[in-house]
């Protein structure tokens, strides 16, 4: 894998800004020459005068590019940039989200392996542990999410991956990676932690003791809904082996959309701080409304993980979800109304997207199941984006009052 360890270096070691990293790391690529921007290199393969030197790069004795289905330029510039972003030795990208989650998860569980997770990770993961993994004889035990005790007894008794997410989808709940790195350490399991929510703006799971952590980068990263990927940084060992998967089973990133990617990362700081000082405001505003029930937002001192989010996020992101006054009718009513929000499945874009649970994330639960997990019918799932967030307000204070 080409890298440019110098700059890298630095980029790291000085401890420039995130605002700074965000905008620099990875970008200075000699192969592209003097451009200003790292150029979208759309080659399927890399063409050698000298049959030595294609050997050596081939071999791993020598930096450069084969084949896009391993390695490509434009794709390793963004894998720099997550790399530096969340402070890790190595980074690799997937087409998607999803590849980054199953590629990791099959690359580290065998048949006999116990993994330990969450019963609130996103959909897609859920699915992969209830109706995948167990096929492959792999143990699969799924805690309360926030029961801390409940999974340090889970994770004492033996297994070989813990897997995070937090804030979780879609009711916020915040889990303590430090303590759950902790409890993991001591049975040597590997803990990887979906840091897709947060963004390596508002949290840096490998600085609380993860071993590995992944995005989807088609939510904030991207950060404008017009591109797909997926993000996994870590050590380079670890991050090796599933490099190594992913090469083979063929999941990689497209060159235009590492581009798409890289150029939404410039201003992921900008962003991300305008969305969580925004999504505060919209929560305060949401708690006093008569016509709202619960608020979810773990900015709020009321929400049950805020004083663990205070420790380990540097701010609350852009995520938060309410439930109406009543049921899904009510939902039926407002949303519709809603002038300054896209009714989409998607998070983390420019512009505010909104959704119920039961018709995205969580459609597949019946209201047994979803009640279960603590998520109410009239809840909304409200991912804040870059607009002025009076307009927001005025937009939600103008659906709610013809409730
Ligand atoms: N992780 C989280 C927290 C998500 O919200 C999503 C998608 O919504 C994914 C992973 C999957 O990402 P993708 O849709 O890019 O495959």
Same mark, same amino acid.
């Given at each position: 894998?080409?890298?440019?360890?110098?700059?890298?270096?630095?980029?790291?070691?000085?401890?420039?800004?995130?605002?700074?990293?965000?905008?620099?790391?990875?970008?200075?690529?000699?192969?592209?020459?003097? &451009?200003?921007?790292?150029?979208?290199?759309?080659?399927? *393969?890399? *063409?050698?005068?000298?049959?030595?030197?294609?050997?050596?790069?081939?071999?791993?004795?020598?930096?450069?590019?084969?084949?896009?289905?391993?390695?490509?330029?434009?794709?390793?510039?963004?894998?720099?940039?997550?790399?530096?972003?969340?402070? &890790?030795?190595?980074?690799?990208?997937?087409?998607?989200?999803?590849?980054?989650?199953?590629?990791?998860?099959?690359?580290?569980?065998?048949?006999?392996?116990?993994?330990?997770?969450?019963?609130?990770?996103? $959909? $897609?993961?859920?699915?992969?542990?209830?109706? /995948?993994?167990?096929?492959?004889?792999?143990?699969?035990?799924?805690?309360?999410?926030? %029961?801390?005790?409940?999974?340090?007894?889970?994770?004492?008794? $033996?297994?070989?991956?813990?897997?995070?997410?937090?804030?979780?989808?879609?009711?916020?709940?915040?889990?303590?990676?430090?303590?759950? *790195?902790?409890?993991?350490?001591?049975?040597?399991?590997?803990?990887?932690?979906?840091?897709?929510? &947060?963004?390596?703006?508002?949290? %840096?799971?490998?600085?609380?003791?993860?071993?590995?952590?992944?995005?989807?980068?088609?939510?904030?990263?991207?950060?404008?809904?017009?591109?797909?990927?997926?993000?996994?940084?870590?050590?380079?060992?670890?991050?090796?082996?599933?490099?190594?998967?992913?090469?083979?089973?063929? &999941?990689?990133?497209?060159?235009?959309?590492?581009?798409?990617?890289?150029?939404?990362?410039?201003?992921?700081?900008?962003?991300?701080? !305008?969305?969580?000082?925004?999504?505060?405001?919209?929560?305060?505003?949401?708690?006093?409304?008569?016509?709202?029930?619960?608020? /979810?937002?773990?900015?709020?001192?009321?929400?049950?993980?805020?004083?663990?989010? !205070?420790?380990?996020?540097?701010?609350?992101?852009?995520?938060?979800?309410?439930?109406? =006054?009543?049921?899904?009718?009510?939902?039926?009513?407002?949303?519709?109304?809603?002038?300054?929000?896209?009714?989409?499945?998607?998070?983390?874009?420019?512009?505010?997207?909104? $959704?119920?649970?039961?018709?995205?994330?969580?459609?597949?639960?019946?209201?047994?199941? !979803?009640?279960?997990?603590?998520?109410?019918?009239?809840?909304?799932?409200?991912?804040?984006?870059?607009?002025?967030? =009076?307009?927001?307000?005025?937009?939600?204070?103008?659906?709610? !009052?013809?409730?």
């Amino acid at each position: 894998m080409f890298r440019n360890a110098d700059n890298l270096l630095t980029m790291t070691e000085k401890q420039y800004s995130k605002a700074t990293q965000a905008v620099w790391a990875g970008e200075d690529n000699p192969y592209f020459k003097e &451009a200003v921007t790292t150029p979208i290199v759309n080659s399927v *393969a890399f *063409a050698y005068k000298d049959l030595d030197q294609w050997y050596d790069v081939s071999t791993g004795k020598q930096e450069g590019f084969i084949y896009s289905r391993n390695t490509n330029p434009t794709v390793t510039s963004l894998e720099e940039k997550i790399r530096v972003l969340e402070g &890790a030795e190595d980074a690799t990208a997937f087409a998607t989200g999803m590849a980054a989650i199953s590629n990791t998860l099959f690359t580290f569980l065998k048949p006999g392996n116990r993994v330990v997770s969450l019963k609130d990770t996103y $959909g $897609g993961t859920s699915k992969l542990f209830l109706d /995948f993994f167990p096929e492959y004889k792999v143990d699969v035990q799924l805690c309360e999410t926030g %029961n801390h005790e409940e999974m340090e007894l889970e994770i004492a008794k $033996g297994c070989d991956l813990v897997y995070l997410e937090t804030p979780t989808n879609p009711t916020l709940k915040i889990v303590d990676i430090k303590r759950m *790195a902790q409890a993991a350490k001591k049975v040597g399991a590997i803990v990887v932690v979906d840091n897709t929510f &947060a963004t390596p703006i508002n949290q %840096n799971p490998l600085s609380l003791g993860a071993d590995l952590v992944l995005h989807s980068a088609t939510k904030y990263l991207c950060g404008h809904s017009d591109a797909m990927g997926g993000l996994l940084a870590g050590s380079k060992e670890l991050v090796k082996k599933v490099f190594h998967f992913r090469e083979i089973n063929g &999941a990689s990133l497209q060159a235009d959309s590492a581009y798409m990617i890289a150029r939404g990362m410039k201003t992921l700081e900008l962003r991300v701080k !305008r969305q969580s000082e925004s999504a505060a405001k919209i929560a305060q505003y949401l708690k006093a409304h008569p016509k709202v029930r619960d608020v /979810f937002y773990p900015g709020l001192e009321t929400h049950k993980g805020h004083e663990i989010a !205070r420790s380990q996020m540097n701010g609350f992101g852009g995520m938060l979800s309410f439930s109406l =006054d009543g049921g899904y009718h009510l939902v039926e009513k407002l949303l519709p109304s809603l002038k300054l929000v896209h009714l989409a499945a998607s998070l983390g874009s420019v512009s505010t997207l909104a $959704g119920p649970p039961r018709t995205t994330s969580h459609v597949e639960l019946t209201e047994e199941q !979803r009640a279960l997990l603590g998520i109410p019918e009239s809840l909304i799932r409200y991912s804040v984006g870059i607009e002025s967030v =009076d307009d927001l307000i005025q937009d939600l204070d103008d659906g709610l !009052r013809k409730l």
